[in-house]
Structure formats: C-alpha cells, structure tokens
Nanobody, 120 residues
Framework: QEQLVESGGGLVQAGGSLRLSCAVS????????MGWYRQGPVEQRELVAT???????NYADSVKGRFTNSRDNAKNTVYLQMNSLKPEDTAVYYC??????????????WGQGTQVTVSS
C-alpha cells in the first residue's frame, strides 16, 4: 500500500512563491502519473498540474506560466513550484498519483492535503 506524504504550503502575500512536495512512501514502482489538485472553500476539486513517468506535463490554464510541476524519480517525489501567487490560488492542495501494482491494476492515491493561503 503506497502512501503520499505532502509538505510545504502556508501563508504568503500575493506575488510571492511557495513550493509543495509530495513523496511516495512505498517503493514507487509502477508510478504512471503524479500531480496536484486543489479545492477552494466553495469550489469543487480541480486539476492543477500533472507529470507522467516520462516527464510530460499538463497544467490548468489558470496556472500556466506561474506553476511548475517537476519530479525526482530517484526519490519518488513530485514538486509544485508556485510563483506569482494570487488570492484566487488559495485552496487546499492535494497530491495525487496513479500507480500500478504487481498485477498491473491501476490505483489512485491521494495525499492528506496542504493549505495554501494567498493574502492580497
């Protein structure tokens, strides 16, 4: 059973930066894609960014050019560098991973969530 352990987040002023980290606690074998979702106080959970095992990235239009999703395969860790933060980026950010087990069944895993608050 894999677990995702998040770190980072916090309070920052508009225009500032934060970096989130998410580590897979198990072997990390079979990771297909990792990424980030966020959920504001009244919004539904939405995709922020993803990165495949091959390094291909995808971003929500609202964060393109400001956020960078990267991964360290040796550490089974993904990072979300968030620059030029805006108040509307305020949300709980969740790490997500799709991982195949030894029988090639694909499972979804979620981190515990970390709060990001951007003050105006």
């Amino acid at each position: 059973q894999e677990q995702l352990v998040e770190s980072g987040g916090g309070l920052v002023q508009a225009g500032g930066s934060l970096r989130l980290s998410c580590a897979v606690s198990g072997s990390g074998f079979g990771i297909v894609v990792m990424g980030w979702y966020r959920q504001g106080p009244v919004e539904q959970r939405e995709l922020v960014a993803t990165i495949t095992s091959g390094g291909s990235t995808n971003y929500a239009d609202s964060v393109k050019g400001r956020f960078t999703n990267s991964r360290d395969n040796a550490k089974n860790t993904v990072y979300l560098q968030m620059n030029s933060l805006k108040p509307e980026d305020t949300a709980v950010y969740y790490c997500h991973a799709k991982i195949r087990d030894g029988t090639l069944v694909l499972y979804n895993y979620w981190g515990q969530g970390t709060q990001v608050t951007v003050s105006s």
